[in-house]
């Protein structure tokens, strides 16, 4: 095998590491909107909050004789009470009697005061995070060597969201989510309790952001208090090229996203990386602002 095919292959298995987290963040996002019509931009920073989270707790695991990686579960609890939290005092009383402008301002807003919350609480110098996983690093073809940590990190994120699509499609409370998201108000004539809903959905896309913390920090072992910022703008992106509202477009949007993004940083530039990411972002407002599964819907006059 050459080396540029060498070269090639690896850099396929680091855009579906990056991929599946942009994907389980965009999910957390569509999600969110697909229920309420709101784009929770503080959502990348319960992903910092997750990634803290573990760091505290990881201590305690080792005194207690569990593995490092059971502190995604307190994460997750975390990052979920976080979340509806947020909903309650934030976005509920917006929802209510604002508009989608305010809205969109709350969550921003959110999102700053979160980001410097934590920037006065822990410091604005990274930490480094314990290795939370001990993988071998497998061969294949007996030439390329592939980090084994980003090969599980492939796997969770594949597995999260085939759960979560089983989730929505199979249960009965997945089928409310599905029948708030077409119609909230037919939903409540039907007898579906629309409040417990939104705070599940939020709950849920909460708790993948602590999963999609656990994941980023698998790859890159460091929590900053703005961590969470660009990541989340890029699974923003992500959600809006897939189709946001709609689940697989958000895993199909974040391995694109992915993709691009590592492709670009190995065969052109890693300046350029960031910027072709967003441009993407205009060319699919501009062509297909529905996102690539998503639907344009006329509006009747």
Not at 186 to 199: E, K, P, Q, V, Y
Request: glycine content about 10%; aromatic content about 8%.
């Amino acid at each position: 095998m050459s080396r540029d095919l060498i070269l090639f292959f690896q850099q396929v298995i680091n855009a579906l590491k990056i991929g599946s987290v942009y994907a389980l963040v965009a999910l957390g996002y569509t999600m969110v909107y697909g229920i309420i019509r709101l784009t929770n931009f503080a959502h990348g920073d319960f992903i910092m909050m997750g990634g803290y989270t573990m760091l505290f707790t990881m201590p305690l695991m080792l005194k207690v004789g569990l593995p490092v990686w059971c502190a995604v579960f307190i994460a997750i609890g975390v990052c979920s009470c976080v979340g509806v939290t947020v909903e309650q005092i934030a976005y509920k009383p917006v929802r209510r009697s604002g508009s989608s402008v305010s809205a969109l301002i709350t969550a921003i807003s959110v999102s700053l005061f979160i980001e410097n919350m934590a920037l006065l609480v822990v410091g604005g110098s990274p930490r480094s995070v314990p290795r939370i996983f001990k993988m071998p690093n497998p061969k294949f073809f007996g030439q390329v060597s592939v980090n084994g940590n980003s090969l599980l990190t492939i796997v969770i994120g594949l597995a999260v969201m085939i759960a979560l699509t089983l989730f929505v499609k199979s249960t009965r409370a997945g089928r409310a989510m599905r029948a708030v998201s077409e119609d909230g108000q037919a939903s409540i004539l039907m007898g579906i309790n629309l409040h417990r809903i939104i705070t599940l959905t939020f709950a849920m896309g909460s708790g993948l952001a602590a999963v999609a913390s656990m994941m980023y920090c698998t790859a890159y072992p460091q929590v900053q208090p703005f961590m969470g910022a660009m990541l989340g703008l890029k699974a923003y992106v992500a959600a809006v090229l897939g189709g946001i509202g709609i689940i697989p477009g958000a895993m199909l949007g974040g391995m694109v996203i992915g993709f691009v993004e590592t492709m670009t940083k190995a065969y052109i530039s890693s300046s350029y990386a960031d910027a072709v990411v967003f441009a993407i972002l205009i060319v699919v407002l501009l062509v297909k602002p529905a996102g690539i599964l998503g639907k344009n819907i006329g509006e009747k006059v």
